[in-house]
């Protein structure tokens, strides 16, 4: 359940909750959640404590526990981490590590925990998977990060200096 921000609230505090077939409401984790996202068996958010600011974190149902995935932005100014999204395994995401700053693609690899900076000062936008890459908007160009070859470069649809400014992205 949610509210604008990705959590719901009844007076009883702001979190992930959830509803069981009986209809039994639970708030399975307390505090700031925006931007939920199921990625494998877990959800990832952008949440806050009161040391590290709005970073990306991880909730796992099976065993409730949440955890920060990194502290990207040290300090309490955030990275504010989004659009988490999972390709083989791998998830990706736009954050900040400068405040106010350019937000960077970055990766973070599931198995090892690896968290690495994918694309530098992209403004990454709407992460949509396509054939085992991912495409993004930028301010400027679709952009493509190949796995393969782990870099980026621009898919240039309209050529020359003003840009495509590419919006709503969609896989068909």
Do not use: C
Request: hydrophobic share 35%; net charge negative; charged share 15%.
């Amino acid at each position: 359940a949610g509210s604008d921000n990705g959590d719901a609230s009844n007076g009883a505090g702001s979190g992930i909750w959830s509803v069981d077939v009986n209809g039994t409401l639970d708030l399975e984790y307390s505090g700031s959640v925006f931007g939920l996202k199921a990625i494998g068996d877990d959800l990832w958010f952008l949440g806050s404590d009161p040391t590290h600011g709005l970073e990306p974190w991880a909730y796992n149902p099976g065993n409730m526990t949440a955890w920060m995935i990194a502290d990207i932005l040290p300090g309490s100014g955030g990275s504010f981490a989004g659009d988490f999204t999972l390709l083989g395994g791998t998830v990706f995401f736009a954050a900040r590590d400068t405040s106010p700053g350019v937000y960077h693609l970055w990766g973070y690899d599931l198995s090892t925990t690896n968290l690495w900076k994918a694309d530098q000062g992209s403004q990454p936008t709407e992460l949509t998977v396509v054939n085992g890459h991912l495409l993004f908007a930028t301010p400027n160009e679709l952009r493509m990060f190949n796995t393969t070859s782990n870099s980026s470069y621009d898919i240039d649809i309209n050529p020359g200096i003003l840009g495509s400014s590419p919006s709503s992205l969609a896989l068909m």
